[in-house]
């Protein structure tokens, strides 16, 4: 029998949700906006602070995650569904919640990106990156933003940005995007038009 | 009138999760924000909780209020402009008594503002949230009772039933006669109820710097408006939208650009026109 032992999840569960709810919604607010989100847990390591941070503040019970291969480890797996609760599944469309390591090709394809009816029943992909900046140089423009934002996003393949102007065509639906890298993240909301 | 800086120190209530709500509910509340958030306009359904105050109080609004508040914000409450009315007095100690926080009267000071039917004379910053307390979330409601076809009206965009309202407002008055809860267009995409706050604020939505969250308790719906977002009231080119204007200046501070209450002041029916906005009269004063 081997002993694995389980990182920490939040010191101070109500608080450090509290704190990183804010941060993320500052980022989703700002689309295009770097936010730290302070004081998150490090997790298993597979998983950058800001994606465990974003897990263990939205994913519960509720909300199935998704891992992509790269990262669903079985230390991550544990993590996971003892810090959230979260059940993990195998298909893309019955998650809540997906991890997706950028550099892959059709990134979104199969997430759930809600309905005419119900918009809001879509996917919220955490994309884990190299960097969030020194990348392809693209140009944001939507709500949140004050004119224009520049985003230098590093890692995302050639299919990327056509895949994301095409799920902002989908609107009302289309899925949300948080890139994570270290303990910072940007947030995309499908209403952001990029130009790359 | 109220203190400028209101020391609401309660201990903490032990019996209570900080901020009132339970961990899962403020999650559920958290993501349905961040929904509302990726689709300006369109009303995110949440499972709302019973709060202890009735509905019609602002129990959307302190769910909102609950799933954000922590420790570092300081926070206002405003029924009708007013820091010193019922209901916002018996919400802002609520929150101190549950959540600890600081609370105060000025608009500057405030990181999270949950408002009862009007929004600040003072501009908002980047970095403040505004909390609206809605009755009736859905604009299309009194045009068509069934949700289920208010729901597909938005899904299609279809809003001529709101234009041709409009329009018969202005053939039987002369003009648009709505008032306050006016109807405005959130990105050019969905069609949204203001909450019943003056048409005279609705100019202070359009791509305010403060994040707009709105939540409504017996319709458990939450929606909102990013910051810098555009939001447009619903008129004509022949009838462009316009808001109130008054004839008369404030009595207490002498302001002729805010919104004015008018008031009867003794038993032979004299009249007073005062700052609905008591810290923003306050302050000229």
């Known amino acids: 029998m081997t002993m694995t032992f389980l990182a920490p999840g939040f010191a101070d569960p109500s608080h450090d949700a509290q704190r990183l709810f804010r941060g993320v919604l500052d980022a989703f607010s700002h689309p295009g906006r770097i936010v730290e989100l302070r004081d998150a847990p490090a997790g298993p390591g597979t998983l950058s602070i800001a994606a465990i941070g974003f897990l263990l503040t939205f994913a519960d019970r509720e909300t199935p995650l998704w891992l992509e291969a790269g990262v669903d480890k079985q230390e991550v797996r544990d993590f996971l569904r003892f810090h959230a609760g979260a059940p993990i599944v195998q298909a893309r469309e019955a998650a809540t919640f997906g991890v997706i390591v950028a550099g892959g090709g059709e990134p979104f394809a199969g997430f759930a990106i809600g ?7 879509a996917a919220t992909l955490v994309i884990e990156v190299p960097a969030l900046d020194g990348g392809r140089s693209t140009i944001w423009r939507g709500p949140g933003i004050d004119g224009e934002v520049r985003v230098a996003i590093d890692g995302l393949g050639d299919g990327f940005w056509p895949a994301w102007s095409a799920n902002h065509a989908l609107i009302p639906c289309g899925v949300d995007l948080v890139f994570a890298c270290g303990s910072r993240l940007i947030a995309l909301p499908r209403s952001i038009a990029v130009e790359a | 009138m109220p203190d400028t800086t209101i020391q609401d120190t309660l201990p903490q209530d032990g019996a209570y999760n900080y901020a009132y709500l339970d961990e899962q ?12 958030v990726a689709v300006p306009g369109y009303q995110v359904p949440f499972g709302g909780r019973e709060m202890p105050l009735p509905y019609g109080w602002g129990t959307g609004g302190i769910q909102v209020t609950a799933a954000l508040i922590g420790r570092d914000d300081t926070l206002k409450v405003i029924d009708q402009g007013a820091d010193d009315t019922t209901n916002a007095v018996s919400i802002r ?16 000071e405030a990181t999270i503002i949950q408002t009862r039917h009007r929004v ?3 501009p908002l910053t980047d970095g403040q949230i505004l909390v609206f307390q809605v009755p009736i979330p859905e604009p299309l409601r009194m045009l068509e009772p069934r949700e289920t076809e208010t729901r597909t009206l938005h899904a299609l965009s279809e809003y001529g039933v709101m234009q041709v309202s409009l329009y018969e407002s202005i053939a039987r008055h002369g003009r648009i006669a709505k008032t306050y809860n006016y109807p405005v267009m959130v990105n050019g995409r969905y069609i949204m109820s203001p909450s019943p706050i003056p048409k005279f604020d609705n100019p202070k939505l359009d791509r305010s710097p403060a994040l707009q ?10 929606y909102a408006v990013p910051p810098h977002t555009p939001v447009k009231s619903l008129d004509f080119d ?3 939208f316009e808001i109130e204007t008054w004839t008369e200046s404030c009595a207490l501070c002498g302001s002729t650009e805010s919104f004015l209450d008018e008031m009867i002041v003794d038993d032979d029916g004299k009249r007073l026109f005062v700052c609905s906005d008591t810290d923003y009269c306050e302050s000229r004063r």
């Open chain 1, 115 to 121: 309905t005419d009816t119900y918009p809001d029943r």
């Open chain 2, 25 to 36: 509910t403020k999650r559920m509340i958290r993501r349905a924000i961040l929904k509302a």
């Open chain 2, 93 to 108: 100690r609520f929150f101190a008594r549950v959540a600890q926080v600081a609370t105060t009267t000025h608009t500057g």
């Open chain 2, 120 to 122: 600040p004379e003072t």
């Open chain 2, 213 to 222: 969250l709105y939540g409504a308790g017996r319709e458990k719906r939450i």
């Open chain 2, 238 to 240: 022949d009838h462009p």
